[in-house]
């Protein structure tokens, strides 16, 4: 998703560290990605000059950004022992920086709502409108990959739809989701068909309520584009996963329209083959296969992305 940053100049980060107020936007940058209107709600600051210390610092080389809708999201790029341990020392002598770091937990938590707040709107409908990259095609084909019998975590069930299939063959389905009203739904459904060897659990794909070690496999269906961070969702999905368990991730391959975010509530528009890859062997995921699985025939075309990896036992 990020390019490698080049080495920074010396002199062009002592010059830029020398402001209090950039020091402040390095510690939260290197905790979250923020946007310019995010770091004025934490900062209180205006909207030019967040902008100048941001261009400054994307100058310097510390920071870059990524597009994300109508918004540019900033992250921290550079850190080697030295600079990593001036931000420490700041940390300790700016007085503002505890309340920035808390300030921005709750700013943060707003963009997370908002995306909650758009499941909830559609829990209990969610089947009979259209969702991207939710085809029975793609399914089938992830499927034919599982073992028999297994404990098997569904991270972003929805209502619950595919892990109520999954149950079918599996010893147990622990169906995680990050809103209470698709988690309600679900439950519903288990209960009307008669399935009880799924456990559904609220909770989020970057702090799963899941023991270490808990599952055999892990799967992601058309959800892991939703999380903010999903090299961390990812990193979760291979702490709960056994030695010699695996994990399935079926998701839109990187598309161009970005008017899922608002339709569908996309934090990310779909991933790259190598991106998918590299996520999860830097998690520690072996014997990784990536493969287009899909491609929808009506305008945009999503594509559906299938990739599978195996936990070392």
């Known amino acids: 998703m990020y390019q ?6 010396i002199v062009k980060i002592l010059r830029v560290l020398s402001d209090p107020n950039r020091l402040r936007i390095l ?21 030019s000059t967040i902008s100048t210390h941001l261009s400054q610092l994307k100058q310097a080389g510390l920071v870059e950004d990524r597009r994300t809708g109508k918004n540019n999201l900033y992250r921290l790029i550079y850190s080697d022992n030295i600079f990593a341990g001036l931000l420490a020392q700041a940390k300790q002598e700016i007085p503002e920086a505890a309340a920035d770091q808390s300030t921005m937990r709750g700013v943060v938590k707003k963009r997370q709502d908002k995306m909650r707040a758009f499941f909830d709107s559609v829990a209990g409908r969610l089947g009979k409108d259209y969702v991207p990259g939710k085809s029975w095609k793609s399914l089938a084909e992830a499927l034919l990959r599982l073992l ?15 892990a109520l299939l999954l149950a079918e063959h599996a010893r147990k389905v622990i169906a995680v989701d990050t809103s209470a009203k698709m988690i309600e739904v679900a439950r519903e459904q288990a209960q009307r068909h008669g399935v009880n060897n ?8 970057e702090e799963l309520p899941i023991a270490d070690g808990e599952v055999d496999l892990v799967f992601f269906s058309q959800s892991l584009h939703h999380a903010l961070h999903p090299e961390r969702a990812v990193r979760e999905a291979a702490r709960i996963t056994a030695p010699g368990g695996r994990i399935v991730i079926l998701d839109l391959a990187k598309h161009r329209f970005e008017e899922a975010r608002e339709l569908y509530a996309d934090e990310w528009l779909g991933f790259s083959e190598s991106e998918l890859e590299a996520m999860l062997q830097a998690a520690g995921f072996s014997e990784v296969q990536t493969s287009i699985v899909h491609k929808e025939p009506e305008t945009p ?3 559906t992305l299938l990739a599978v990896g195996n936990k070392p036992a």
Do not use: W
Not at 4 to 9: A, D, F, G, Q, R
Not at 198 to 205: A, E, I, K, T
């Open 27 to 47: 510690l939260l940058l290197g905790a979250e990605e923020l946007s310019v209107a995010e770091l004025q709600e934490i900062l209180v600051m205006g909207q």
């Open 4 to 9: 490698k940053p080049t080495m920074p100049s």
């Open 148 to 162: 028999p019998p297994m404990t098997i975590a569904d991270l972003g069930t929805g209502e619950g739809t595919f």
């Open 301 to 303: 075309q999503f594509q």
């Open 198 to 205: 799924v456990d559904f659990r609220l909770g989020d794909m």
